[in-house]
Nanobody
């Protein structure tokens, strides 16, 4: 499975971005998927996760109410709609796929290369 994340960029505080993650090589339709982020000098942290069916979602407290995770109809695409962005959201965002429903990086089997999000104040 190869995952590719894209859609990052530079945005002002209060603005929006939509990240996408595309899976190829093998279907991830039966995998849970998640978004993680890593800011400079910090550990990679959980942002949001979505179940294989798309029916269940989970968010980090820091993004709840501002970010929305979703999957495409064929479930090999995943999105992260980020609204009301803050400077502290600045990080490299990674998408990942897991056989298990989890918030832990250790539980994810496949990772994309990351896309950079910069939020200016």
């Amino acid at each position: 499975v190869q995952l590719q994340a894209f859609g990052g960029g530079l945005v002002q505080a209060g603005g929006s971005l939509r990240l996408s993650c595309a899976a190829s090589g093998r279907t991830v339709s039966r995998y849970a998927m998640g978004w993680f982020r890593q800011a400079p000098g910090k550990e990679r942290e959980f942002v949001a996760a979505i179940s294989s069916s798309g029916g269940n979602t989970n968010y980090a407290d820091s993004v709840k109410g501002r970010f929305t995770i979703s999957r495409g109809d064929d479930r090999n695409l995943m999105y992260l709609q980020m609204d009301n962005l803050r400077p502290e959201d600045t990080a490299v965002y990674y998408c990942a796929a897991s056989r298990l429903w989890s918030r832990s990086t250790d539980r994810y089997d496949y990772w994309g290369q990351g896309t950079e999000v910069t939020v200016s104040s």
